[in-house]
């Protein structure tokens, strides 16, 4: 930062500061009404005491739900856990997941390669690098696709942007961790076949 | 063969406070789940045999002994190595100084349960207890790391702060019993007020034990006094460490907690006394069973049998105020550390003091007019 | 003069300046295709008319001239309604193919569109289909069905090159752009169709599918090409390095200049950027006796030492340094305060001929192939220092009169062949200095690293001698310095060394 740009050091800063408040005249105190704090309050240890009696309630209330499960009893069950991923959470219709790209009736990529889906990226996680196609009736198509699922924020943007509807976040696939960051990077041929 | 087992009872006292150590961990965890509508920790099996995620007591130290030990460039680093040990180790040794039981009869000859026997017991756990601090500060003295060394400043304040409550709050019942002796004022407990209630350090210093407690838990710097280091908010003394160096800075909360809820025990809670156990009218070095189970066991097998139930005893009183301390850690929010302060020095430390005050006239002007509560 | 009045405002104007001029200089843009300043006005587009006081229907802004008193509006609901109706009749058979075409954000018809389209196209026919990927010469595409037919393209192959490759075939809704029998689209300014063609009929075969034209940076620029020193903007992609095929320079446009090359720029300098990334120097290199890398510092010391050691022993006559009028006015300046001021020496190289020179026509290639040589003249290279010829080079290698070899930017294998590796095995000390490795740099003692073009500031000087500033695009390669700065290092060393004695 230019020197010119710090702010004046020491108690200076807090009478310029002052001033320039003063100056604006925009600063408007409001006072606001504080709740009286009484003896018992300050003592806090009834506060204490009560969100003690919360937690231990829930303590045993749970201790008992889950040993009336152990001996199998049926009831309230003691926790909300859900237990990932032997018991898949339910998604939602409209949960956003991992991508996929869809295929042409003959079995090639939908991607026109025409860049929409990068440039509105705001992760920057698609890299597509595009070329001629063979086929006479289409001209361009994707030689390279690539998400980085590690960089990728889940935003939608590149659904909403593709003007072919060759990308979809629908796979309901959040099983997507790797030992390896470059695992993390989808290529085209894994869009298209796992599922 | 004294000595031998004096150095078994060291180590004995040193296991029992690793030992919590560990299971705490587990306890921790769990206790905080089930208050919390959670599971907790549930993962770790061996065999696919899960025991309700016991086995992460084993799977923690591993990881942590596992995992790269990296000491970062700049540090200093004899202090930086030796600061883990300082703050786990003098904390464990003060456990050495408790009375895990009485002295009891056995193959002809008096055991005594406590490893130290020193007329001193108190003041050598204070002691250690005060020695393990410098730990906390030379970590964060040693971290070439601001972060680092304001932790350290924070702990050091926070636990000489606490540290002077404690000794004050004790004060009141340390002048009731008359003695530093820890197995000598677990004797003392031993009488009944009026027959029926255990003249236990609760019943007689209530203010006292209730500052004991809190002070005990700022001494121990956890929520809702873990100023020093917060978790994953509050940036402490032991940022630069990782590995089981970062387990040992772990693992001394543990260990305090559990010197803590033993001193709580010893003083407070009548020590290894069962309640209505004891036979009538004997404490101290000569404690048998109460008849009713003496005539039922056979004689050469009653100086082990007594000293189970003292150490069942005194372990469950441990436990029971280890519960209520960890209930506490889950669930009060942080103090400020203005507010902490004030806490400590503003109005613990006076109230232990007038506690201490009215205990000292009462117990001058009951010996003076020669009142006996208890027999 | 003619005092008109445009959208309510006074406006004063010579005398039969066209609307759509005038409405350009008071800033205000009226859309048009088929009108373009070089290459006349024929009016098919229709996408200029405005609205003229006294006319009984819209004119073409294009068509007429601004005459006294006329009260003109460009943006009455007349007025859009009718560029609305146009743009939706020029869309009739545009097959809105913008997702892979590469004109897109940059085509005429997207930015109308965006300001004055109808956005429900009332029309729900077929549309027409023709060749969309016609390659009709070396560097152009054809995509007959993008076509607007404003004839644009034309009108140029025949005033600007005279060559009309391409022509009109059909006639209503089959007209289209094709091939004149028989013919090849490959003069030397085929690229520029790319530019005047407003729609994506005409795209680049170079650069198509290459990258977005909306991650490219424009930075204006001189073509280093030939001593013409067209003005440039040199379009680079450098955020993203995988388009382009890692190229940081996607395409050099010809940037409006009506003193140097008016639109237009040649294909040579046009395509001249493909190399820039190819066989790059970013080392400072000692390659004989041993090889090291160095730092700047340290080859700035050793080679004004070793320099500076031979000059004594040997004098400054068995220097010969080989320049290149690839050097800007300020790296020819530097140049001259080392070798002519103060390691005086007398034999220098810059003649083009033969390696640097190449074809010539009126319209803007130059022979001479590289950019500044007027630079050099002004300092007295040519004037007063004559390029002594290679020939005589040769024979003095030969004779052992010459000891060392300072070549800036000039590949001798180009000139002597096989036997340059030998001739230059003779010499005590030569040094190589420039972007490029091959050729030269590899038989050199030194190997030192420039910056291209591209990659610095600086200024040409062209062959009428016109000065023109380029501005930096791209960042140096390794730890390549612009020429002047290793002339001005060695000199600071060289003067070091005699200070100290």
Redesign the interface.
Known sequence: MPPQCSPPRGGGSRHGGLATREACGRVTVRPVERPERDLAVQVYLLEVLTGLGVTFRHFFLNLGRHAAKLLGVDGEPGSVTIQYPEDPPALGSRARTRHRILRRPDGAPRCAACLLCETVCPARCIRITAEESPEALIEKRARTFEIDLGLCVFCGYCVEACPVDAIRMDANDLDLPAFDRKDMIWDLRRLMEET | MSVLWVLAKVAGGLGFGMIWAAFLGWVERK?S???????GANRADILGFKAIGLFHIIADPIKLFTKEDFVPQGVRKAFHAVAPSISLGFPLLALAAFPYGGTVEFLGRPWSLQPVESPMGLVLVLGMVAVGIHGVVMAGYASNSYYGLLGGLRGASQMIAYEACLAATMAGAVFLFGTLDLAEAVAWQARMIGGVLPAWGIVLQPLGF?LFLIAGAALTKRTPFDLPEGESEIVGYHVEYSGMKFGMFMMTDLIESVVVASLATTLFLGGWHVPFLTAPGVSGAGVALPPFMGSALPAGLHGPILAALMLGSFTAKVALVLFVLM??R???PRFRFDQLLDLGWKNILPLALANFLVTAWAIYLAKAWGIHIWG | MANITLNGRPIETPDGTLLIDVAKTAGIEIPHYCYHPALGNPGNCRMCLVEVVGFPKLQPACRLKAADGMVVSTESPAVLAAQAGELELHLVNHPLDCPVCDQAGECGLQDYYMEVGRYKSSVSEDKRHFDKRKPVGPHIMLDQERCIACTRCIRFLGQVTKTAELGMFGRGCSERIDLAPGKVLDNPYSGNLADVCPVGALTDRDFRHQVRVWYLDETPSVCPGCSRGCSIDIHSSTKRPWHNEGRRVARLKPRFNPAVNGWWMCDEGRYSYKTLDQDRLGKVLRLKPERAELSWDAAFTELAGRAGELLEDKGASGLVVVASGALSNEDWRAFKKLFVDSWKVVQFVFDPAPEQTGAQDPLLRRKEKVPNLKGGEALGFGTQVKSAPWETLECSIEAGRIWGLYVVDRDLTRVWGAKTAELLSRLDLVVFQGPFKGGTGDLAHYRLPATATAEEEGSFTNFEGRLQGYARALAPVGCALPDWRIFEGLLARHRARRREG
């Not at chain 2, 789940?33 to 599971?39: G, K, S």
């Open positions: 206790q789940a089930v208050m919390q509508d959670r599971i209730v209930q506490i889950w669930t009060l």
